[in-house]
């Protein structure tokens, strides 16, 4: 079975841009979570989302936002891009409490 | 005050000998309690999970929990060089899937 797959690996943008990042859980997992990781420090929860609906928020402003698709597979949308927003964005889909996650999507902001 | 706090190090141990990687937390209420080990430029592979109080052992691995004290511990018997990497600790505050991490512990196992 496929892990937990996220797209694209790398992603270089600019400050004012927006950015897609893509996540499809592991088959026969519906929910899905959103971390952002900045070098040095651990993974910050942005979003949780459960059969399409959201579970949960972390305290990341509106830019951030997040959906789920019929097939369980999600996206996160960041607008208005900052510097600050460069880090590695991970995908984790859940089993009975436990969360696997993606390799993960480095976003530089330059 | 930090939800999860762990020593960021760098700890460092010999191969062979026993490496003790520390964690605490701040909501009592907490439910669930992983360790995840990362890999420099890697995303995080869970290692343990622990649930009730006491230890739980796994291989080379044991984890402890002191819900009283607030406190998880990861013990790491017989440490290769290959367990060199950040250990997160993370926690499930309500077993709603809201994890919390540490900012981790670097570990490094010298030959």
């Known amino acids: 079975d496929a892990g937990v797959t996220q797209s694209p690996t790398h992603l270089i943008k600019t400050r004012g841009q927006h950015v897609t990042l893509r996540c499809s859980p592991i088959?026969?997992?519906?929910?899905v979570s959103w971390y952002q990781q900045v070098l040095g420090q651990g993974p910050q929860f942005i979003f949780q989302y459960y059969e399409k609906e959201e579970r949960g928020r972390g305290n990341f402003p509106d830019r951030f936002s997040a959906r789920q698709f019929p097939n369980y597979s999600s996206e996160l949308n960041v607008n208005a891009l900052l510097l600050g927003d460069s880090a590695l964005y991970l995908c984790?889909?859940?089993?009975?409490?436990?969360?696997?996650f993606g390799a993960g999507t480095r976003l530089s902001v330059l | 005050q930090k939800e999860v706090e762990q020593n960021s190090g760098p700890l460092s141990v010999p191969e062979g000998a026993i490496a003790s990687l520390n964690c605490t937390y701040s909501?009592?209420?907490?439910?669930?309690f992983f360790w995840y080990r990362q890999y420099s430029g890697k995303s995080p592979e869970l290692i343990m999970s622990i649930y009730s109080n006491g230890d739980k052992e796994d291989g080379r691995f044991t984890a402890q929990l002191n819900k009283a004290s607030q406190y998880v511990s990861l013990l790491i018997r017989d440490s290769q060089p290959s367990d060199s990497a950040t250990y997160l600790c993370?926690?499930?505050?309500?077993?709603?899937?809201?994890?919390?991490f540490g900012a981790g512990t670097r570990l490094t196992v010298k030959p």
């Open positions: 984790a889909s859940d089993d009975r409490n436990i969360q696997y």
């Open positions: 909501d009592r209420g907490s439910q669930s």
């Open positions: 088959s026969g997992h519906k929910s």
């Open positions: 993370a926690v499930n505050k309500n077993n709603n899937n809201d994890m919390r």
